[in-house]
């Protein structure tokens, strides 16, 4: 595809990726297909191609408005597209450009503003969110049932681990999981303890910044990213094996840092080390059973009864930006669960971050399609890998929703 780029788009720091990432796209087409947006509204325009060609215009001189906006909104940036592309376009990157320069020529309404910078002020507030989510879980028969579906509820705590091993790897507690799934990373350090790994959690109440980017505050989202890797860098200097986080969402943000920041002289080398450094829990634990030719002991840790028939829904995060396939299913299967089938199982709940509190109508849709699609094999469990994942499909599912470490470790 040529370009014809705006002296401002030329001459910006973004120049070069703008040019590459536009030039590489076909306009083939198959990103379509594999669009849950466009499979929903069968609109050009809110699909990959469609939106690269907005941008595309945009970059070379056409004003930004409104139904612009509106558009690149509709992208869950579940990266699906890139998965099924044959050209290798790096969509989600030329998004993110296209959607900051958009956000700064055509400001949000004072009202949009204030929901975005309310959205994330709660999600990162630490006790507030954490109390508020406590109070609701005491008080749920009073909510009305949309808001009651949408609060977890409370499960008995995993016992916290308190031997210390030589090996040792941080972990990301993340901002909203502490709070809506406490017994993730629990049941995580309980799993590596037995392989022979402790976990460093430092201050527990910081985001990856992705919360930041899914609601338009590239900036603040940058400011989170930095204070994450300050916390760490100390630990990261003491030798930590790995740097590992549960909630696949955070995990792509932070795979990101590496690029994030590769232009700015004070976190250039710290962000690439984070993102080298980082791992996803699954890795980890595969990695480890496998070296460690880690068997099952069925005469301990055996629950009275355990779901046997496990459908894995794979977050988009997961499969699509982090490239993980088959790893928590081969996992599953080691731990003796039998996974079932997935219809579909490449589109998006609708989670999405904050996607599913600005475009509820999208994602109440794509929530009840993946319900569906994940229950065809009569599962008696369904597990994923992101805590947004594992909220989204748990309202008004048929069938409980965990992580997939609370199976795992059940029988490990």
Known sequence: MQTNL??????????????????????CGFCNA?????????????????????????FEGAPANRE??????????CRSCETTCPSGVNYSRLLEIGREAIEDDLPRSVTQRS???????FL?????????????????????????????????????????????????????????????????????HRLGLSVIEVDQNNCCG????????????KAQARRLIDVWWPEVGKGVEAIIFTATGCGASIKDYGDIFKDEADYAEK??????????????????????????????NQPTVIPKRVAFHSPCSMQHALGLRNVVEKILTSAGYQVCQVADSHLCCGSAGTYSILQPEISKQLQKNKQSALTVDSPE?????????????????????????ELVNDVL
């Open 68 to 77: 612009m906006q509106l558009h690149l909104d509709r992208c869950l940036t």
């Open 6 to 27: 705006t002296q401002r788009f030329k001459e910006g720091k973004s120049a070069e990726a703008i040019e590459s990432i536009l030039r590489s796209c076909v306009h």
């Open 271 to 300: 962000g690439q080390t984070i993102s080298e450094l980082a791992l996803d829990l699954s890795e980890l634990v595969a990695k480890e059973m496998d070296n460690q030719k880690f068997t099952i002991d069925r005469s301990i």
């Open 381 to 405: 469990v369904i597990a994923t890998a992101n805590i947004g994942c594992q909220l989204q499909i748990g309202q008004g599912a048929s069938v409980p929703v965990v992580h997939w470490i």
């Open 34 to 58: 594999t669009c849950p947006t466009y499979q929903l509204l069968g609109d050009e325009l809110d699909g990959p191609r469609g939106r690269i060609y907005q941008m595309k215009q945009y």
């Open 124 to 192: 990162n507030s630490g006790w507030i969110f954490k109390s508020s989510i406590q109070i609701a879980q005491k008080c749920r028969w009073l909510l009305p049932n949309k808001l009651r579906v949408s609060i977890p509820q409370e499960k008995p705590n995993i016992a916290k681990v308190m031997v210390q091993h030589e090996r040792k790897v941080l972990m990301l507690s993340g901002c909203v999981q502490p709070a809506l799934a406490p017994n993730t990373n629990a049941a995580a350090k309980q799993l590596l």
């Open 210 to 221: 992705a919360v930041g980017m899914h609601t338009s505050q590239i900036e603040q989202g």
């Open 115 to 121: 929901l975005r910078w309310g959205i994330t002020w």
